[in-house]
């Protein structure tokens, strides 16, 4: 049996022989808060961040913005 696996932007798609089966990775605004921790940012910085993201869906660090994030 052949298996083959696509990654593209978070979304992954597993083809078992002519059966395909998507599942999406769907970030979420406090798994972004505990990275923003761990990569060196301030508490405080990450807390404002978090309740912008948790208001818009959008996580922003800088010039990044990414939106589609889960509020929880």
């Not at 970030?27 to 972004?32: G, H, L, N, R, V």
């Not at 060196?40 to 990414?66: E, F, N, P, Y």
Request: net charge positive.
């Amino acid at each position: 049996m052949r298996k083959i696996l696509l990654l593209s932007a978070g979304l992954v798609t597993l083809a078992l022989g002519g059966a395909a089966v998507a599942a999406t990775a769907i970030p979420d605004c406090s798994k972004a808060k505990r990275s923003c921790l761990q990569l060196g940012d301030t508490a405080d910085t990450c807390d404002t961040r978090w309740k912008a993201c948790m208001q818009s869906g959008c996580w922003v660090a800088g010039l990044v913005k990414r939106c589609g994030y889960a509020k929880h």
